[in-house]
């Protein structure tokens, strides 16, 4: 077996990303709290990624993750939900 001599040096992967953990559609859609059928939809529609592994689809958690941050409702988002109520002349009247 060949021994590295003093001089060499074997190069060090300093910040290696990490392996990334892998989910299957059921995992991925129960993470997300959808059916396995919509979770198919959002793939197909290019909203998540999936990788096709063989016979399977498998999802990286760090994308469900990160779609999940993506659809996350910021404050105001729902204003269209809520329109401005109409005063009536029994508001004015007790505004007064």
Same mark, same amino acid.
């Given at each position: 077996?060949?021994?590295?001599?003093?001089?060499?040096? *074997?190069?060090?992967? #300093?910040?290696?990303?990490?392996?990334? !953990?892998?989910? =299957?559609?059921?995992? $991925?859609?129960?993470? *997300?709290?959808?059916? #396995?059928?919509?979770?198919?939809?959002? !793939?197909?529609? =290019?909203?998540?990624? $999936?990788?096709?592994?063989?016979?399977?689809?498998?999802?990286?958690?760090?994308?469900?993750?990160?779609?999940?941050?993506?659809?996350?409702?910021?404050?105001?988002?729902?204003?269209?939900?809520?329109?401005?109520?109409?005063?009536?002349?029994?508001?004015?009247?007790?505004?007064?």
């Amino acid at each position: 077996m060949h021994q590295p001599t003093s001089g060499s040096t *074997l190069p060090v992967v #300093a910040d290696a990303p990490p392996d990334p !953990i892998w989910l =299957g559609t059921q995992d $991925a859609a129960r993470q *997300l709290g959808i059916t #396995a059928r919509t979770l198919y939809r959002l !793939i197909n529609e =290019g909203e998540i990624p $999936a990788y096709k592994l063989g016979r399977v689809l498998r999802l990286k958690l760090v994308d469900v993750e990160a779609f999940l941050e993506s659809a996350r409702v910021r404050p105001g988002d729902l204003e269209h939900l809520y329109p401005e109520r109409k005063r009536t002349d029994a508001t004015d009247r007790s505004g007064q």
